[in-house]
């Protein structure tokens, strides 16, 4: 049941987009413009996950991503990956434009789908691998296990729920897989610095809740171990506690019209499709919530570039997405 929930809530922010093509699976090998060599006794290196651990011996040179969001991580680091999985179904290689600089020269990679049933295994086979990463995924054991024989795969957190890892954890994590830790360190740390300068230049942060959302199945709330969250919460926001014992461990939940209240927080972030704005100018109950008579819900087209930032967060995307994402909200709470 929650597999079924987190495809489809991938699902829902990829009906919008354009439908990327599926190339061959004939690709270069992984490598960047620029990208560097693998720091001193970067390997062997063993990487910790949900079903165990994994050893990279060497230098990866063709990597596949199975999971969804790990593409920025590379390409920061001067890697090109020979594949990734698409769910924004927006950009050809599943390479937004926040990242395309990155590419160089170097052809965009094979696109991979995941319709919830999991990774293709026979396409990932194809492309012969080096190297598997699937950090922002669901993957099981069984999906482990066959895409382990096929090339060393690093799978997605245990200490988080699927689909829920950080952006700094899922960049040092590819650091390591590619062998420049320290650069990735680096990346982290800049990045880190974008969002505390934010911070400070707009203390009202701190002193304000705020609920990200979309309208998937009634009123879809994401919690406190969804990167979206967790952004939020860097930039000085808090979650309402109510909301957050409701949701509990889950990257989010569908919540009930009786729960509607719950949204009435200093600021709500929707991640609009079409019909968003007319539905909420419909529910009289959110109609009368003073965040919305106040006018301090902030809709945020889905099928925009920006839309993809707001859920693609990266050391790539955060610079574009923190330049129209912080002064909506600095409106919002003046």
């Not at 965009?108 to 789908?113: D, F, I, N, Y």
């Not at 509990?248 to 729960?259: H, N, V």
């Amino acid at each position: 049941m929650i597999r079924c929930l987190l495809a489809a809530c991938l699902l829902l922010l990829a009906a919008c987009g354009s439908g990327s093509t599926t190339t061959s699976p004939q690709a270069p090998q992984s490598g960047a413009p620029g990208g560097g060599t693998p720091e001193a006794a970067a390997f062997p290196v063993t990487i910790e996950h949900k079903y165990g651990s994994t050893t990279i011996k060497a230098e990866p040179k063709r990597i596949v991503l199975v999971g969804m969001m790990e593409q920025d991580a590379l390409l920061a680091l001067g890697v090109v990956p020979v594949a990734t999985t698409d769910w924004l179904k927006k950009h050809e290689g599943a390479i937004a434009p926040w990242a395309t600089a990155k590419l160089g020269n170097a052809p965009k990679p094979t696109v991979l789908t995941d319709e919830g049933s999991g990774p293709q295994m026979e396409k990932v086979a194809a492309l012969r691998p080096d190297a598997i990463i699937g950090l922002y995924s669901g993957l099981t054991q069984e999906q482990y296990d066959k895409l382990s024989k096929i090339a060393p795969t690093v799978a997605q957190p245990k200490d988080v729920p699927d689909y829920g890892i950080g952006w700094q954890e899922m960049t040092k994590k590819v650091g390591q897989v590619v062998g420049k830790p320290a650069q990735a360190d680096k990346l982290i740390a800049d990045s880190e610095a974008l969002i505390a300068k934010a911070r400070k230049d707009n203390p009202k942060f701190e002193q304000s809740t705020a609920v990200i959302a979309t309208t998937w199945e009634g009123y879809f709330v994401y919690g406190s171990n969804d990167p979206r969250t967790r952004l939020l919460h860097s930039l000085g926001f808090k979650s309402p506690q109510q909301l957050d014992k409701v949701i509990g461990d889950k990257f989010g939940i569908s919540i009930s019209k009786e729960q509607t209240e719950m949204l009435d927080q200093n600021v709500v972030i929707w991640i609009a499709g079409p019909q968003t704005k007319e539905a909420l100018a419909k529910d009289p109950v959110y109609s009368s919530l003073k965040v919305a008579r106040e006018k301090r819900d902030i809709l945020i087209d889905e099928a925009s570039d920006y839309g993809s930032a707001v859920s693609f967060i990266s050391v790539l995307s955060l610079p574009f997405l923190l330049e129209k994402y912080v002064p909506q909200l600095a409106a919002a709470v003046k």
